[in-house]
């Protein structure tokens, strides 16, 4: 399985972003993405999670401003973001796995099988 990030880019505050998650060698429509982002210096977290059933999870930073979803005849998820923040600046990552069916919260980093190689979005203010 490869999943493969595109979409990054730099915006102002108040800007709006799609990231794609292009998802290749899975031949099941089932699969959990997770969108995790990291900035310099500070820990990964994870902020978005679409699972194999289309739940959806959203930290509390990032909820009604950030949305996942999957365009399965494209075999590619996407993370839209808007009113974006120097905050949110950060290298985005998405993650696969195909254990996770129903998502209540950010999967446990142990059950993503691939990763993406990230993309970067800067926000200014």
């Known amino acids: 399985v490869q999943v493969v990030e595109s979409g990054g880019g730099s915006v102002q505050a108040g800007g709006s972003v799609r990231l794609s998650c292009a998802v290749s060698g899975y031949r099941w429509q089932s699969y959990c993405i997770t969108w995790f982002r990291q900035a310099p210096g500070k820990e990964r977290e994870g902020v978005a999670a679409i699972g194999g059933d289309d739940s959806t999870f959203y930290v509390g930073s990032v909820k009604g401003r950030f949305s996942v979803s999957r365009d399965s005849a494209k075999n590619t998820v996407y993370l839209d973001m808007i009113n974006l923040q120097p905050e949110d600046t950060a290298t985005y990552f998405c993650?696969?796995?195909?254990?996770?069916?129903?998502?209540?919260?950010?999967?446990?980093?142990?059950?993503?099988?691939?990763w993406g190689q990230g993309t970067q979005v800067t926000v200014s203010s």
């Open positions: 993650a696969f796995s195909s254990a996770v069916l129903n998502v209540q919260n950010i999967p446990p980093v142990r059950l993503f099988e691939t």
